[in-house]
């Protein structure tokens, strides 16, 4: 089980990673400002969220492992505006072919973004440009 966890996240953050580096720069100035962005990973019932990855913009990446809960949320972040993007994803394990395990990016108060995966194992990401 650890080692799969090991690999889940590996995986993750390696997608996160590729998803950010492929990602084309916008002409257009940032915005001045930031945004407050809270992150949350939400599993069906019995299903085990086991890791979270967020990445913003500016390439400040957080990894939270050993959660071991249904539901995960993030303390609020304070992005700035130069950012330009936000990347969150989580692994976890369900019970069985039917388990869900859904992500969602607040920003400002709102839902903005969301990813959901369903499966014994799972793996979801979400991913929004500012």
């Known amino acids: 089980m650890n080692r799969l966890t090991k690999i ?12 950010f580096a ?7 100035a940032p915005s001045n400002g930031t945004h407050k962005v809270v992150f949350k990973a939400i599993g069906s019932a019995g299903t085990k969220v086991s890791t979270a990855v967020y990445t913003d913009g500016s390439g ?3 990894t939270f492992t050993s959660l071991d809960t249904q539901n995960w949320t993030s303390s609020e972040y304070t992005i700035p505006s130069s ?8 692994n976890g394990i369900g019970v069985d ?3 869900t ?4 990016i607040w920003v400002d108060g709102v839902k903005a973004a969301d ?5 014994k194992i799972l793996s979801s990401s979400a991913s929004l440009s500012f």
Do not use: M, P, W
Not at 83 to 90: D, E, L, M, P, W
Not at 115 to 119: D, H, L, Y
């Open 101 to 104: 395990l859904v992500v969602e």
């Open 97 to 99: 072919a039917s388990s």
């Open 115 to 119: 990813g959901k995966s369903t499966g």
């Open 22 to 28: 492929c990602k084309k720069d916008k002409d257009d």
């Open 83 to 90: 950012a330009r993007s936000v990347h969150f994803g989580a």
């Open 8 to 19: 889940l996240s590996l995986s993750l953050i390696l997608s996160l990673t590729l998803l």
């Open 60 to 62: 400040k990446t957080e």
